[in-house]
């Protein structure tokens, strides 16, 4: 187990891991520690903590020594120097007219290297710059391009809003910014009012978009169980209706129970002429009809009805009499075909010489 701190070398920026050793550090305290660029000079900016060693890519470089009041003058010394190599610098990239912007010149803490951050649209060759600055200012020369985020997190300045920049009070990385985190939070797409110093779409919108997805994860979920919840209650409600009601006893016993015959008298006249026939052979030994059932005429049926009912057929006459009975039109006599008469053959001729046709003999 190792024991490391976060350190911090600008107000807003990146924080770097130092391994402690064997001193005592706590939030706040000033330090010197070996860095790609040399001897710097930052700020504890996290607690301590133990973390195991197996789980590093790469060993930490160690803190050195906490700060001492002459490490704060000696800082303080070269900081003083920045603006007049800012000055310098400014002169010879118009006399060299270069396009690029000059936007900071910046001391390491023991003054073995002046960085010069710059803008520019494009690649700039700078190596005459590069000589007419070591020449003046005897120390190593480095000349970084930034984008225009870092340009605004240098400089500093307000936003919109009324406060200061974010990226130069306490962000520590520059997050993608989308337009479809305005539109997700419903802002007017008016760029004069999305777009930050820097010309691209503010910081601050993607403050939200975790909150934003996390408040769509729960909106989701709940909708998800609510249609669950919904199609339980339904196939629940078709189940009851397919299902029988429970039976009673009362439902049994109404169930099984005859109705009495009703002896009103009935609307529907062959229902009262079978329930007169059904009384009128009670109390008649079996086999026996009573008095009255000689004079009452048997019912016919359909087909003698027919029968008795049928007109005696005539004998039919030949001629115009069944034509003229039957309303029917005579049909038309044929007239016999004469027959062609035949003609003779035609009898083959010669001419002789004089002209005079010669008819041959039969």
Do not use: W
């Not at 529907?268 to 086999?287: F, I, L, Q, T, V």
């Not at 004079?295 to 003698?304: C, I, L, S, Y």
Request: net charge neutral; with cysteine; proline share 8%.
């Amino acid at each position: 187990m190792t024991q490391v701190v976060g350190i911090r070398f600008e107000r807003a920026g990146k924080i770097y891991y130092f391994s402690t050793g064997e001193l005592d550090l706590t939030c706040g305290d000033r330090v010197i520690v070996e860095s790609s660029r040399g001897q710097d000079m930052g700020t504890v900016v996290t607690q301590p903590q133990d973390i195991d060693e197996t789980t590093l890519s790469t060993p930490l470089r160690p803190v050195l020594r906490p700060a001492t009041p002459a490490d704060e003058q000696r800082a303080e010394a070269f900081k003083a120097k920045e603006p007049e190599a800012y000055d310098f610098c400014l002169q010879q990239i118009e006399a060299f007219n270069l396009p690029m912007k000059l936007i900071r010149a910046e001391y390491s803490f023991d003054g073995s290297r002046l960085v010069f951050y710059f803008s520019a649209n494009g690649r700039v060759d700078f190596r005459e710059l590069v000589k007419a600055l070591a020449a003046k200012l005897h120390t190593r020369i480095e000349l970084r391009q930034i984008g225009v985020r870092d340009e605004a997190r240098l400089v500093g300045g307000y936003s919109t809003c009324g406060r200061e920049l974010c990226c130069a009070a306490f962000l520590e990385n520059f997050r993608p910014v989308s337009i479809k985190m305005a539109k997700q939070q419903n802002i007017a797409l008016n760029p004069a009012k999305i777009s930050g110093v820097c010309g691209r779409l503010m910081c601050c919108l993607s403050y939200e978009k975790d909150t934003e997805d996390e408040m769509e994860c729960r909106r989701c979920k709940a909708e998800a169980a609510a249609a669950a919840e919904q199609a339980a209650r339904e196939a629940a409600a078709d189940l009851t209706e397919e299902q029988p009601a429970p039976e009673t006893r009362d439902n049994k016993e109404r169930r099984h129970h005859k109705p009495a015959r009703d002896n009103a008298p009935k609307d529907n006249p062959e229902e009262s002429a079978k329930e007169n026939r059904r009384d009128s052979g009670k109390g008649h030994p079996k086999g026996s009809k009573p008095h009255h059932a000689k004079d009452t005429p048997k019912p016919q049926t359909a087909r003698e009805n027919t029968k008795n009912n049928k007109a005696p057929q005539e004998p039919q006459e030949t001629g115009e009499q069944s034509t003229e009975a039957t309303g029917e039109k005579p049909a038309r006599p044929v007239r016999p075909r004469r027959p062609r008469p035949q003609r003779s053959p035609r009898k083959p001729t010669e001419r002789s010489g004089e002209g005079d046709p010669i008819v041959a003999e039969e």
